[in-house]
């Protein structure tokens, strides 16, 4: 069984530790703990771990965000993966930091990244991890504050955040979306 885990996220070192950067974090943070490095290829850096007879597939797009469908669309046809092994690592401001939510499907919700994702690979019927960032910005500020860096306590809560996030990656790629929504979701 093969999976494409996507985290969404900017490439260049102004963007590494912003809230927007939250899915290519947790996949850093992934390689890291399996011991597995990036290679810069199609669209993306990319790497690949075994876990408990699955091949996933770890992309970072190199696309930047507002791109990240290129990317998903090309590595999905290059690997054949279908959509329901599609995850898909994502910042959300409608949820409050550090919370996790899994979904199967949905929209968009006014992120670039999901939209060119939906236009590029066919609808909104793909698995996402929406990873909880906050809303705490003056009216106006949203770029700001999703390109901003995270605050020192977001900082210092990050590790656990990432690691439930991994865990959430492992529990759908072998128990399956269902399940690991049931045991996960905030």
């Known amino acids: 069984m093969k999976y494409l885990i996507v985290g969404l996220g900017n490439i260049g070192p ?11 974090l947790t996949l850093d943070r992934l390689a890291d703990k399996e011991g ?13 771990i075994k876990h408990k007879g699955r091949s996933l597939h770890l992309i970072k797009p190199t696309t930047y965000m507002n791109l990240s469908g290129k990317a998903v669309n090309y590595w999905m046809k290059e690997l054949a993966i279908p959509k329901e092994n599609l995850l898909v690592l994502v ?3 409608a949820i409050p930091f550090a919370k996790l ?6 929209s968009a919700a006014g992120h670039n990244g999901l939209k060119n994702i939906e236009e590029l690979c066919g609808g909104q019927d793909y698995p996402r991890l929406r990873m909880g960032i906050g809303d705490n910005f003056p009216k106006g500020r949203q770029v700001e504050y999703v390109l901003g860096r995270f605050t020192q306590q977001e900082f210092d809560e990050l ?28």
């Open 101 to 106: 939510r899994m979904r199967a499907k949905g």
């Open 91 to 93: 910042d959300d401001m």
């Open 36 to 48: 597995v490095t990036w290679k810069s290829e199609r669209l993306a850096f990319k790497s690949e």
């Open 159 to 186: 590790p656990s955040m990432m690691d439930k996030a991994i865990d959430m990656v492992y529990g759908f790629c072998t128990a399956g979306i269902a399940q690991t929504m049931t045991q996960y979701n905030d």
């Open 14 to 24: 102004e963007y590494e530790l912003t809230r927007h950067n939250i899915g290519f």
